[in-house]
T-cell receptor, first 112, second 112 residues
Framework: DAGITQSPRHKVTETGTPVTLRCHQT?????MYWYRQDPGHGLRLIHY???????DKGEVSDGYSVSRSKTEDFLLTLESATSSQTSVYFC???????????FGPGTRLTVT | AQTVTQSQPEMSVQEAETVTLSCTYD???????LFWYKQPPSRQMILVIR??????QNATENRFSVNFQKAAKSFSLKISDSQLGDTAMYFC?????????FGAGTRLTVKP
């Protein structure tokens, strides 16, 4: 299994507070992704990165920002959390274009 | 719009029998990649099978095979000799230019 960790694994936060989720990989994969999973929607892409400091928006990027200052870390930030951002967040990595994606264990975020 | 539709929210099958999960997608692109991922109760996302759209031959992986109909934009998954460990959510997905879209999923239960 690819070495992908996510932190924290669970978080409860209040509306309006900033939140940062971290994805860390040990596989030196070029591509990294952030998804959210909600009932009835499957996984939806938030942002992805195709290299250090190279990122692009996904299907549901509003309210989220990302940063990738080094290959192994990809951060997802909710500048001001809202209840609609309550979800399970998955990070994934991919070695090369259109290859298999390896997923982290997920982070359950609850915004009250 | 690029969308993935899984029309069967839930399915069940008897152990050792065969089941087919449906997936249709919509895109105007001609170069893309198709995937089936499995998510067991552990919540870990696992690649089941991958298909390159420019390849006419249907992909197979042991008991798993696909029926890829490019003109119809259909990508169904057949599971042969179903096992109890196949019980999971199954997600169909496609990737275009690093952008990944998932369907809402089909919950498959294998009954003993």
């Amino acid at each position: 299994d690819a070495g992908i960790t996510q932190s924290p694994r669970h978080k409860v936060t209040e509306t309006g507070t900033p939140v940062t989720l971290r994805c860390h990989q040990t596989e030196n994969h070029r591509y990294m992704y952030w998804y959210r999973q909600d009932p009835g929607h499957g996984l939806r892409l938030i942002h992805y990165s195709y290299g250090v400091k190279d990122t692009d928006k996904g299907e549901v990027s509003d309210g989220y920002s990302v940063s990738r200052s080094k290959t192994e870390d990809f951060l997802l930030t909710l500048e001001s959390a809202t209840s609609s951002q309550t979800s399970v967040y998955f990070c994934a990595t991919m070695m090369s274009r259109a290859d298999e994606q390896y997923f982290g264990p997920g982070t359950r975020l609850t915004v009250t | 719009a690029q969308t993935v539709t899984q029309s069967q929210p839930e399915m069940s099958v008897q152990e050792a029998e065969t089941v087919t999960l449906s997936c249709t997608y919509d895109t105007s692109e001609s170069n893309y990649y198709l995937f089936w991922y499995k998510q067991p109760p552990s919540r870990q996302m696992i690649l089941v099978i991958r298909q390159e759209a420019y390849k006419q031959q249907n992909a197979t992986e042991n008991r798993f095979s696909v029926n890829f109909q490019k003109a119809a934009k259909s990508f169904s998954l057949k599971i042969s000799d179903s096992q109890l460990g196949d019980t999971a959510m199954y997600f169909c997905a496609f990737m275009i230019n690093n952008d990944m879209r998932f369907g809402a999923g089909t919950r498959l239960t294998v009954k003993p």
